[in-house]
């Protein structure tokens, strides 16, 4: 008959392994950490881990494919053992390293414009010229901090006092976790915030963005941004005493959302003899400096919490069920699979109508 | 607990300088048995067990991380790992075919990962078969087991895009969406155009999604002497028919559940007129078949050449 079965899947995938794997001209670990910081705080948030090196080391094995390498990440995290939880950290205890307003001109503890390339100009610096000029020109340094570090007062804290945003109250029950347990809707607000801090920074930006734009009752002014290094500790087994286990390195997002009027308006009923006139707040947290993320994931929260709003930033089982990088990435490039037993099945559906189609023309013609 | 960290001291720069989570973390060590964890590997068979005791019912499950890709059989490649032991015999297919590329990757993962499992091609051989689209063309025994790999559980989801409204809808075995829908189908393309994917009536409680085997295959489930166990990992259910259950397609009477038509048709390779056919395209336009099913296929070639010999 003339016809054998393709077959050599295994020969091509090793030929293919073996292509990815040559090492010619290739990063390494240690100048992926020097040079792509951002990238690593951005597949240290994806990926669901926070481990500088072992990110740069995917960065490197992935040729710099973010999603490839938080898939990396997220594989092996998958593998360790959960030995304990930290203890609930307060960002007020942030060793800041920046930390900006955007509610008011000055803050108690100052404005810290910090390390960002915001006020530059994006000029390509070609031979390095620009950067030189940069570096002769800084002016002289000021130090913050002495011996441990000054505690920021919350911007958020103050408009609190005043009865402007909503009073938190600590919510005893235990965070969930969608890594043990499937999301369903509606999701508690800590699988919301897990989610989100986990979810692809560009989707996050577009849904974002598109609450910005008018789809939806979001207004946000950003409170406060702060990021710098935040210690987390445990409970000693032992003595039970918190004992510091190190620092995390994060961006800390507290965004107002005035919604004047119409759809969320005055949203939160006060108690007796007060006004329910207030501000809703969103949050946003990511890994590093991921700052876009961080905003976006905060105007994202604070459209999830006007009540009746509406457009896709609003919509929580949209945004959850769609934000996770390597979900959404896997099942488009899926296609990539053979399908041809399906498409096999859809070739007998169409033949199969289109000569019901023509025999029926064909009927007509003879009877007319 | 809360702890007031404004009132603990002042926290020591030292503190800055403790190793990273990374180091602490250590080296990759060698993984488990069959790649996940015991604890994760109780929780889907907890969750298998469920799906079983409740037929056509997703039970939700916190699907780990692989190293497959999601969407590229990571369900089903879970409910394979925490089903297999030493002594056990895999087989993989994917399309129907053993040498196919992701079934080649899922079948090395579990060499790598499992020692004591062996892998097969042949159908009759294996304890366990994990496939993405395929049934084989024979028949199950009880003491083997299918894993189907599943990308979308939900067969409401094309008249309900709100997993919180599909949920209800199971709970109150509310399908008259889905009947006004197939109705639809049949008005305006003159039949049920659903190719793949079929819907099915699971033990006549609960509308399943089969997974995309073609109509074909539907068949294949009902009253099946073995058991069938489905895993969505990206959607994080599982899902199971058990043996000898009904498992009913949706039809109507005067349009019935027709599955796709290869008459007039036979496998270039070995002949068979009763097996699902890939259609290829060969140099010139022309058309050829064989068999989807390439173990039973390669059978019924080697079979037939030992016949000739032995006249």
């Given at each position: 008959m003339g016809y054998t079965a393709v077959k050599g899947g295994l020969d091509a995938i090793l030929a293919a392994e073996a292509l990815i794997s040559a090492g010619d001209g290739r990063l390494n670990a240690a100048q992926v950490g020097r040079g792509a910081r951002l990238l690593i705080d951005q597949v240290m948030g994806e990926g669901g881990l926070y481990a500088p090196e072992l990110a740069a080391l995917a960065i490197a094995q992935a040729e710099g494919d973010p999603i490839e390498a938080a898939f990396l990440l997220r594989a092996y995290r998958s593998t360790l053992p959960r030995i304990g939880y930290t203890l609930p950290s307060d960002g007020r205890r942030m060793r800041v390293l920046r930390r900006i307003s955007s509610t008011f001109k000055d803050i108690p503890g100052g404005q810290v414009l910090g390390r960002t390339r915001d006020y530059t100009q994006r000029?390509?610096?070609?031979?390095?010229?620009?950067?030189?000029?940069a570096r002769a020109a800084a002016p002289p340094a000021t130090a913050i901090g002495g011996e441990g570090w000054p505690v920021f007062p919350s911007v958020v804290d103050a408009l609190r006092e005043e009865g402007l945003v909503r009073q938190t109250t600590d919510d005893p029950t235990e965070p969930a976790d969608i890594t043990?347990?499937?999301?369903?809707?509606?999701a508690p607000r800590s699988a919301r915030l897990q989610a989100l801090a986990r979810g692809e920074t560009g989707f996050m930006v577009a849904i974002g963005y598109s609450a910005q734009r008018g789809l939806g009752a979001a207004h946000p002014t950003i409170a406060e941004l702060r990021s710098g290094e935040l210690p987390l500790q445990i409970r000693h087994p032992l003595t039970h005493d918190p004992v510091v286990l190190g620092a995390v390195s994060l961006v800390e997002v507290e965004m107002i959302n005035h919604t004047a009027g119409g759809v969320g308006g005055a949203t939160i009923v006060g108690g007796e003899g007060e006004s329910s006139e207030r501000f809703d707040?969103?949050?946003?947290?990511?890994?590093?400096?991921?700052?876009?993320?961080?905003?976006?994931?905060?105007?994202?929260?604070?459209?999830?919490?006007?009540?009746?709003?509406?457009?896709?930033a609003a919509d929580e089982e949209f945004v959850l069920s769609h934000c996770d990088a390597l979900e959404s990435s896997g099942f488009v490039e899926h296609l990539k699979l053979p399908h041809y037993v399906t498409f096999q099945s859809a070739l007998d559906r169409v033949r199969f109508r289109r000569l019901a189609q023509l025999s029926a023309e064909r009927g007509t013609r003879n009877a007319e | 607990m809360v702890i007031d960290?404004?009132?603990?001291?002042?926290i020591p720069r030292s503190a800055f300088r403790a190793p990273r989570l990374s180091a602490l973390a250590g080296a990759p060590e060698a993984y488990n048995y069959a790649f996940l964890d015991e604890v994760s590997k109780r929780e889907i068979r907890r969750a298998l067990l469920k799906a079983v005791a409740i037929p056509g019912y997703q039970v939700p499950f916190g699907a780990r991380e692989m190293p497959i890709a999601r969407g590229w059989g990571s369900g089903g490649l879970q409910v394979t790992l925490a089903t297999l032991g030493p002594g056990d015999t895999l087989k993989v297919i994917d399309q129907g075919t053993d040498a196919g590329v992701n079934a080649v990757n899922i079948r090395r993962l579990v060499e790598r990962t499992a020692p004591g499992v062996a892998t097969t091609y042949s159908t009759a051989e294996a304890t366990i078969i994990q496939s993405r689209h395929r049934f084989p063309e024979e028949s199950l025994r009880a003491d083997q087991i299918m894993v189907l790999q599943v990308p979308l559980p939900e067969p409401l989801r094309m008249v309900e895009p709100r997993e919180s409204v599909t949920r209800q809808l199971h709970a109150e075995a509310d399908y008259t969406r889905v009947w006004v829908h197939l109705y639809e189908d049949v008005i305006t393309n003159g039949e049920i155009s659903r190719a793949s994917g079929y819907p099915v009536m699971v033990n006549g409680r609960y509308i399943m999604s089969p997974s995309p085997i073609p109509r074909w295959d539907i068949d294949k489930l009902h009253q099946s002497a073995s058991l069938t166990l489905l895993g969505a990992g990206r959607e994080k259910r599982i899902y199971a028919v058990p043996p000898h259950t009904n498992v009913v397609p949706l039809d109507f009477e005067d349009y019935p559940f027709r599955v796709e038509d290869f008459s007039g048709k036979r496998c270039a390779r070995c002949g068979a007129t009763d097996t699902y056919l890939d259609e290829i395209i060969v140099n010139g336009g022309g058309r050829l078949y064989a068999?989807?099913?390439?173990?039973?296929?390669?059978?019924?070639?080697?079979?037939?050449?030992?016949?000739r010999n032995a006249e």
């Open positions: 000029l390509l610096d070609v031979d390095g010229r620009f950067a030189a000029k043990r347990d499937a999301l369903r809707f509606p707040l969103g949050y946003g947290l990511a890994f590093g400096r991921n700052e876009r993320k961080a905003i976006a994931m905060s105007i994202i929260d604070a459209s999830m919490n006007i009540p009746s709003n509406s457009g896709p | 960290q404004q009132r603990d001291p002042q068999c989807s099913d390439t173990a039973h296929c390669d059978e019924r070639v080697s079979a037939e050449r030992e016949t």
